[in-house]
Each structure stands twice: as structure tokens, then as C-alpha cells.
């Protein structure tokens, strides 16, 4: 099992996978009459908009196309306000193969990263300020959140809305008549995979999906990706508290005795933050040329500032 596969188990955990799919398509064309799903996007979106902080405990299992299986289990901590910060806790194993764990923390200081990986071994880097404006900037342009430094879904939506804005995207998406879960009332919503859309070779392709809203806090409880019977991922949320007081060292990473170093200093990771960043730079300089085409003048030198990241401005 591979390095992507692990960091794709990740990414599920944290609830980046919108339809089991990693690309971004576009959304369709509003309908005619109200869309009910989006109703719902709507109201988990003015929840977390008025929440200040959540707790949350995640879990996740699947398998991959070889048959292959994996689970995760985690927390994640979001604090809203003038001092934003985030931070995970990940255990996640490949059935029968590797078991490994991963805590990463965000605030204004930058990324701390410690990972405890059975190909790379341990490590504990730090991602400075400068490099993760770099970083979002570039997922900003190539619409990706699952890299160090981008934004991730849950951590950026905690209630799930961005998650169930991007499977109604993938799935068409209708109101069950499943009204509970767990004792719990809610709403099941359900549907299968929209057509024409690209597979992705590494990840499992569902062609349907069911998923649950809790009532009382408008709470994305529960996602199943199916394959005809055969369940190929499920992300479940445990345990989610709102407005909770989060102690200072739950962003705080434990580095386990390892030495902190500056990610320019971690070789295979530093070379992915490079890659990703040549990448943006080169659409964003090719969404430039297209826009001084379009209006018919040549490229100045502000367009072209404007396409390199931003520590090079």
C-alpha cells in the first residue's frame, strides 16, 4: 500500500473526499424550483457561522479496489474568532499492513506536523507562516484542500456543510424517508452517482451515497459510499460538541522527542509543497494570459505579479 492511499485515508477522516472523488467539477445549473438539499447546505452554514467552537471525534472505514481495507479514528478542534485555530489527532492503519499517526496544529504561528509514518519514520516539521499563505493561495487557484497549509473541509465547515455541498454536486441527492438514527431525529438524504462525471484512479468510486443530518444541531453525522451492496467508505462522526471551552494545549503538538525542523528541511515533504506551488503558479499565470486575451491587451507585469505565490510578490 502506498503513500497516497495513507494520505487519502487521511483526507477521508478528515471529511476532504467530496463523492469519493478528488477532482472539483462543476456545480449545475440551478433548478427551477427550490432545491431542498441546498436548503439544508444553507442552514449547517449558519449554524457553524454561529458557533465559536467544536470539538469533534471522527472515524472512518473502507477498502480500496484490491479489496484492501482501512480505518482512522481521530479528534478535531476548531476555535473561531480573532485568533482562529485548528488541530487533529489521527490513528490510521491499512488492515493487516501499517498502522500509523499523524497530529498536525494551525495558528497564526504557522503548521506544526508530527507524524509517526512506517515508510518515512518520524517526523516533526514546522510550516512557517509565509508558506502557508503560499499554500492556501494555491489551493485557492487549483481548488484542492488536501495538502498541508489548505484549508480542509471540516475544519473550515465543522458541521459538514462544505462535505454535503460537495455530494450534491457528485450524487443526486434526494430526501429519504428515514427520519433517525441512533435514537437521534434527523434527515437521511440519499442518491447515486450523477453521470458523466471522471473516475480516479486511486480512489474507491461509489454509485451511491446515504448520509444523515442531525435536527438539534444541523450536524453531518454520517456519509456511506456504496458500490451495489458492497460498502467502500464510511465517515462517522462520534462525538460533536459546540461551543465548548478548548483548553490552549489541545493546539499544541506533540513532538514525541522528536527534533522540530523547518519544512524546508524534510526533503519529500518539502518537495510536494514545491510541486504544488509550481502548479498553481503555472494555471494562474495561464488564467492571466487568458483574461488579457479575452479583453485584448498584452499581459502587464502587475497581471504577472499577481500569478506567482504570494511570498514572491
Known amino acids: 500500500m502506498n503513500r497516497t ?6 483526507a477521508a477522516f478528515l471529511g476532504l473526499l467530496p463523492g469519493a472523488a478528488a477532482v472539483q467539477e462543476p456545480k449545475p445549473a440551478a433548478a427551477a424550483q427550490p432545491d431542498p438539499i441546498a436548503g439544508i ?3 449547517m452554514r449558519s449554524a457553524e457561522q454561529a458557533a465559536k467552537s467544536f470539538r469533534i471525534e471522527l472515524q472512518t472505514s473502507g477498502q480500496w479496489p484490491t479489496g484492501t481495507g482501512f480505518k482512522t479514528s481521530g479528534t478535531l478542534h476548531v476555535l473561531r474568532g480573532a485568533q482562529p485555530k485548528t488541530s487533529s489527532t489521527v490513528e490510521y492503519e491499512v488492515v493487516g499492513d501499517l498502522q500509523n499517526r499523524m497530529a498536525t496544529a494551525q495558528t497564526g504561528e504557522g503548521i506544526w506536523i508530527y507524524s509517526d509514518d512506517a515508510a518515512f519514520g518520524e517526523v516533526f516539521v514546522l510550516i512557517e507562516p509565509a508558506i502557508v499563505a503560499d499554500l492556501e493561495w494555491a489551493g485557492e487557484v487549483l481548488a484542492r484542500a488536501n495538502l498541508p497549509g489548505m484549508k480542509d473541509r471540516r475544519a473550515g465547515a465543522p458541521l459538514g456543510s462544505a462535505m454535503l455541498d460537495d455530494l450534491r454536486v457528485h450524487f443526486e441527492l434526494a430526501i429519504s424517508g428515514r427520519k ?3 435514537g437521534e431525529a434527523g434527515q437521511w438524504l440519499a442518491g447515486e452517482r450523477r453521470a458523466g462525471l471522471p473516475e ?14 442531525r435536527d438539534k444541531d444541523k450536524a453531518l453525522l454520517e456519509v456511506v459510499h456504496h458500490q451495489g451492496e458492497k460498502v ?4 462517522e ?6 461551543d465548548v471551552e478548548i483548553p490552549a494545549a489541545a493546539f499544541t503538538v506533540d513532538g514525541r522527542g522528536q527534533k522540530l525542523r523547518p519544512v524546508r528541511q524534510h526533503a519529500p515533504l518539502w518537495a510536494q509543497i514545491q510541486d504544488v506551488l509550481g502548479q498553481a503558479e503555472g494555471k494562474a499565470l ?3 494570459e487568458a483574461r488579457a486575451t479575452a479583453d485584448g491587451v498584452p499581459l502587464d507585469a502587475k497581471a504577472k505579479l499577481a500569478a506567482v505565490r504570494p511570498s514572491k510578490r
Not at 462522526?237 to 459546540?242: D, I, K, N
Request: glycine share 0%.
Open 286 to 288: 495561464e488564467q492571466a
Open 200 to 213: 480516479d484512479s486511486d480512489l474507491p468510486l461509489a454509485n451511491s451515497v446515504e448520509l444523515f443530518v
Open 5 to 10: 492511499s495513507r494520505c487519502v485515508a487521511f
Open 232 to 235: 467502500l467508505l464510511r465517515i
Open 41 to 43: 447546505v444553507q442552514a
Open 237 to 242: 462522526v462520534r462525538s460533536l460538541e459546540v
Open 180 to 182: 433517525e438514527r441512533a
